[in-house]
């Protein structure tokens, strides 16, 4: 029986995979987790989607269980600023758009919207997240919205099989490091063999597969299927198995990033439940409040900016709080590994591919690995349609997010340095200028949109194209000849129903306060 993995590297990808395999396999499969004392986590990926709720879910976890141990707090969008000019904003929020007369209400915005705002006027969240305030109440009951999270019909469907069925309306923030040493607790204390030793050597077979990996002091870990979590170094996939890398540089170009964690009084800044990306002169800085500091970073293009220019940059925004924080410079690797399973390894987390962490993509892909790989975790016979399942499931979320993150930098209005006019003359894919062009006249739906599951469903690409300004859109002609009273009345009872929760809803400092 094929039942001896070895899991190389820790950091959020390899406890997070090692506490997922033991939820799901329990002691009929033996896991060996090993890592080294000497390395340090990136330490970006600190936001995630919505669908990781499914993850804690999986493992019996429940948020009072792990979230004031991670520092947690709610996450309800990204917030986009300065993109398509200095001092506007807009959100991308976790809620799903509403329907008048089989239109999208976005349609009905682009005919005749109540505002100038999009996402005030046809979401709720964009308010509830400029009051500060969480999405849950007092006593710990989901805001008045149709989110369905204790639906039995719900319960162990994959993220893939999630979407399209409801949103649910927030996600999380995290500080990573504190999550993985949590769930090496967790993990741990259900039998997984935890061995802290450099690895020296990856030792193949005959056959090119890996028979065992030599570390210093513990000798030789052997397995049947070894998991690689080292990193932008793929020490087992891209090293040992000379797996080659497909690089997203040429339509994605940052490949830099500057980090830095800043305390800070949260009672008294008040914590805005989202992820902040605010446009820079080369890029953009994030910015994650947690319930104890904020997680801050400037993701950048080294062709266009120095790693001085950027810490200076980035400590200029956060102000005098930033003094004493110490910047760790990032270089990151950005694409994905060919395949990222190969013969008896599969690559999970940066190690299977990256992206820039614009909408939070970093823990949503190995989240959906882990999934993914679980649903095809290999026989002893090592049928290769469960690796070629697995391949091309992975390849697809990347490729996907690769697109929605180019459509970003295409459709922002903004132009004023260089690093910008760039954006709007850089190639990208010839799938994604067909679709541009489509969507021009016809907002996306889900037959205009990457046609593979990769997590973004087709508002997330109307909020961007709205948001950015730079793409002119216009409604369908259809409405020109439609009454808009139903869509009218529709944009009423979202406005309505944003005041009463804005009177109701708690500030998301408070909640936390008890939580904790």
């Known amino acids: 029986m094929l039942n001896k993995v070895v899991i190389v590297g820790g950091g959020t990808a390899g406890w997070m995979t090692a506490s997922y395999f033991k939820a799901a396999f329990g002691d009929r499969v033996d896991i060996t987790l090993v890592e080294s004392g000497h390395i340090g986590a990136v330490g970006v990926g600190e936001a995630t989607f919505s669908d990781i709720r499914h993850f804690f879910e999986f493992l019996g976890l429940k948020e009072k269980d792990w979230m004031p141990a991670c520092n947690a707090t709610y996450k309800l969008a990204v917030r986009f600023e300065d993109w398509r000019e200095p001092g506007h904003y807009f959100y991308h929020p976790f809620e799903q758009m509403r329907s008048v007369n089989g239109f999208p209400l976005t349609d009905w915005w682009l005919k005749d919207g109540p505002t100038d705002r999009f996402d005030k006027d046809c979401f709720v969240m964009a308010s509830v997240i400029d009051a500060g305030l969480s999405p849950r109440n007092r006593d710990g009951v ?169 810490e200076r940059t980035l400590r200029q925004f956060v102000g005098p709080a930033a003094a004493d924080a110490e910047a760790n410079h990032i270089r990151m690797r950005v694409g994905r590994s060919r395949n990222s399973w190969v013969r008896n390894c599969v690559a999970i987390g940066l190690s299977s591919g990256f992206v820039e962490p614009l909408e939070s993509t970093g823990i949503f892909f190995i989240h959906h690995a882990i999934e993914q790989l679980v649903k095809n975790f290999p026989g002893e016979d090592w049928n290769p349609v469960h690796r070629d399942l697995y391949n091309s499931s992975v390849s697809h979320v990347m490729d996907g997010v690769r697109e929605f993150l180019t459509l970003h930098y295409v459709a922002a209005k903004r132009s004023d340095t260089q690093y910008w006019r760039d954006t709007k003359t ?39 194209l709205l948001g950015m300004g730079g793409i002119e859109l216009a409604p369908s002609p259809a409405l020109a000849l439609s009454d808009g009273t139903a869509a009218r009345q529709e944009f009423d009872r979202i406005r309505e129903k944003t005041e009463r929760l804005v009177r109701t809803l708690p500030k998301a400092y408070d909640y936390f306060s008890r939580l904790g």
């Open 142 to 310: 989901l805001m008045d919205q149709p989110f369905d999270e204790d639906a039995e019909e719900m319960r162990g469907l994959t993220m893939s099989e999630h979407q399209g069925k409801t949103q649910f309306p927030y996600a999380y923030q995290f500080e990573a490091a504190l999550l993985a040493k949590y769930l090496t607790r967790y993990a741990v204390e259900r039998g997984v063999r935890h061995v802290v030793d450099d690895v020296r050597n990856v030792e193949l077979d005959e056959r090119g597969w890996i028979s065992s990996v030599r570390t210093a002091e513990h000798g030789e870990l052997a397995g049947d299927l070894f998991i690689d979590c080292t990193g932008f170094r793929g020490v087992l996939l891209n090293q040992a198995l000379e797996e080659p890398f497909v690089s997203y540089q040429d339509t994605l170009p940052n490949d830099s990033a500057v980090a830095l964690q800043v305390p800070m009084d949260m009672e008294r800044r008040g914590i805005l439940p989202c992820t902040t990306a605010t446009a820079q002169e080369a890029g953009w800085i994030w910015t994650i409040p947690l319930t104890g500091r904020v997680g801050t970073g400037y993701v950048y293009a080294k062709d266009y900016l120095s790693p001085e220019e950027a």
């Open 426 to 464: 850089r190639a990208i894919p010839d799938s994604l200028a067909e679709r541009i062009e489509r969507w021009k006249v016809a907002l996306p739906d889900s037959e205009s949109v990457f046609p593979h599951y990769h997590g973004l469903p087709p508002y997330s690409y109307m909020c961007v």
